[in-house]
Nanobody, 117 residues
């Protein structure tokens, strides 16, 4: 299970921090990531992290650092210098290895981020 928090409404140029905590029978988390989906658009990858590497969409590089707390199985997305085009529903994703060493994909419920002009 993935539980997200931290969305909201913020003026352009402002900041927000999203959090996503994984819970359940976890043997290992291979990857955690944030995706977003704006109205009328496809879901897109924002940033991803595994234990030693991270990756970012070009549109957020330098603005949205992603971090992971391995002890808490939690991923964070710090969003700085927000732009109106960042408005979207943000979804947490994780690939988790569970009982039987089977890897599965999990999604959070989504959290709305609205950037006002």
């Amino acid at each position: 299970q993935l539980v997200e928090s931290g969305g909201g409404v913020v003026p352009a140029g402002g900041s927000l921090r999203l959090s996503c905590a994984a819970s359940g029978s976890i043997i290992r988390i291979n990857t955690m990531a944030w995706y977003r989906q704006a109205p009328g658009r496809q879901r897109e990858l924002v940033a991803s992290v595994n234990w030693d590497d991270s990756d970012y969409a070009e549109s957020v590089k330098g603005r949205f650092p992603i971090g992971i707390d391995k002890d808490k199985d939690t991923v964070y997305l710090r969003m700085d210098n927000l732009k109106t085009e960042d408005t979207a529903v943000y979804y947490c994703y994780a690939k988790i290895v569970g009982p039987g060493y089977v890897a599965a994909d999990y999604w959070g419920q989504g959290t709305q981020v609205t950037v006002s002009s």
